[in-house]
């Protein structure tokens, strides 16, 4: 490890573990500009073993820094090269970013922080081998099924109220892929990845991933749409949110199944519709922006295919 690395270390730790820091409010911006410096270096190194050495000792010092009070609502916005997310509850912070490995592969760390009274901080291992745990309904923080994280969905399932998070993680030098994840929490409060709440024409499954190729750019957002609707012999407009992302087809019939090769078709989306407690995956639909009040042409209503069926 280079030696500035463990000189800026130990200088962030001394800081923050000052006697006086914990009698009065610690001063983030100096700690923050420590940190910055630091996870700056980790995308400097030269190998993966110096790259995943450096991500180690910055997500430790991270690690103390959110250990002081005050610390769950700080920004850190300087920081760059990490998903930095809060829950519009209040109820946890999630942080997460990655490094590329010489492989195309990418390793990925992530930090989990509770609110409240109590607060409390949980580190994030990547399981290295996503194949296998795909179909897990409950991953915990030391075989997370890592991603980068960028917009949280709170909904309620029964009574309990979960988050669900959209990510991107970097396959390989082929494809790439987005995530819908479902984070909740234990009884004793620790975080829980994946729940069986989204229905799709292959089953129930604990979490959704889109492999697409590797040139491709794929929409995965949470969007208010109107849909054509049927109801009778005519269509109903109907406003919702729901989770839209582009519908996926392979770049030639030949390549069915190897989803390196798929691609946005460019004008339908398939989506996720939520309906009493569950997730409904409804392919090809046809999203609409709100009428401007003007008279169109009706359009055929679609099948949106959702799974199960009602």
């Not at 990845?193 to 995965?220: N, Q």
């Not at 997730?279 to 949106?304: C, D, I, S």
Request: aromatic share 12%.
């Amino acid at each position: 490890m280079k030696k500035g690395v463990i000189l800026a270390l130990i200088a962030l730790l001394s800081i923050a573990f000052h006697p006086g820091l914990f009698s009065q409010q610690a001063d983030f911006r100096l700690l923050e500009d420590s940190l910055q410096r630091m996870s700056e270096r980790v995308w400097q190194q030269k190998d993966d073993a110096s790259m995943i050495a450096c991500s180690a000792d910055f997500s430790k010092a991270f690690q103390q820094v959110l250990a002081l009070p005050g610390s769950f609502d700080y920004p850190f916005d300087s920081i760059k090269g990490i998903g930095k997310l809060t829950s519009d509850d209040k109820r946890f912070r999630i942080f997460t970013w990655n490094i590329h490995e010489s492989s195309g592969r990418f390793s990925y760390f992530g930090i989990v922080m509770t609110g409240g009274p109590n607060p409390r901080i949980y580190v994030l291992s990547d399981s290295k081998n996503k194949p296998a745990i795909v179909k897990n309904q409950a991953l915990t923080p030391s075989d997370w099924y890592g991603a980068l994280y960028y917009k949280i969905i709170p909904c309620k399932i029964g009574k309990q109220t979960v988050y669900l998070l959209l990510g991107w993680d970097g396959i390989d030098n082929h494809s790439n892929s987005k995530l819908i994840e479902v984070l909740s929490f234990s009884p004793d409060g620790s975080p829980l990845f994946g729940m069986p709440v989204f229905h799709t024409a292959k089953g129930v499954v604990p979490r959704v991933v889109i492999e697409y190729a590797e040139d491709a750019s794929l929409v995965l957002r949470y969007d208010y749409q109107t849909l054509l609707v049927p109801k009778g012999k005519g269509v109903k407009r109907k406003q919702m949110w729901m989770i839209v992302t582009d519908h996926l087809v392979p770049l030639d019939a030949r390549f069915e199944g190897q989803y390196e090769y798929y691609v946005p078709v460019g004008n339908t989306y398939d989506a996720f519709i939520f309906r009493k407690g569950k997730w409904l995956f409804a392919e090809g639909v046809e999203a609409n922006n709100p009428p401007t009040g003007n008279k169109q042409e009706e359009r055929k209503p679609l099948n949106y295919n959702l799974f199960p069926p009602k």
